[in-house]
C-alpha cells in the first residue's frame, strides 16, 4: 500500500516543478543594445555580431539579448558607416547591462 502512495507522491512532485534547482532560473544575463545612427543613414540595416557570429539584423534602435556568462566582442555593422567594436563581460544570472553604439559616417 505504501508503494502506490509514494509513486502518487513522486509524480506530484515532479509535475509541480519542485525538484528544478533555483540555481538555473537565471543563468543568463541581459544586454539592452540602442543604436545611435547619423541621421542621413536612418533606416539602414544594422548589424549586431557576438564573437564574430550575427545575433541580429535590422533596421531598429534598440535590441535586446540574452546571452550566456562569457566575454563577448561585440561588433556593430551598417552601410555607410565605421564599425564599432566593445569587449562586453556578460556575468549572467539575471543581470543586466545597456551597451550604447554610436556610429559614424565613413
Excluded at 541581459?30 to 548589424?47: K, N
Excluded at 535586446?64 to 566575454?71: D, G, K, N
Amino acid at each position: 500500500m505504501n508503494k502506490p502512495l509514494f509513486a502518487i507522491f513522486a509524480i506530484a512532485i515532479l509535475l509541480c516543478g519542485c525538484v528544478v534547482p533555483h540555481t538555473t532560473r537565471h543563468t543568463n544575463g541581459i544586454l539592452d543594445v540602442t543604436y545611435h545612427v547619423p541621421q542621413d543613414l536612418a533606416g539602414r540595416q544594422i548589424s549586431t555580431y557576438f564573437n564574430g557570429e550575427c545575433l541580429a539584423s535590422g533596421t531598429g534602435t534598440s535590441a535586446r539579448f540574452f546571452l550566456r556568462p562569457r566575454h563577448f566582442l561585440v561588433r556593430v555593422e551598417m552601410d555607410g558607416a565605421k564599425s564599432f567594436e566593445q569587449a562586453v563581460d556578460v556575468p549572467g544570472n539575471g543581470s543586466h547591462q545597456v551597451l550604447d553604439v554610436t556610429l559614424v559616417k565613413q
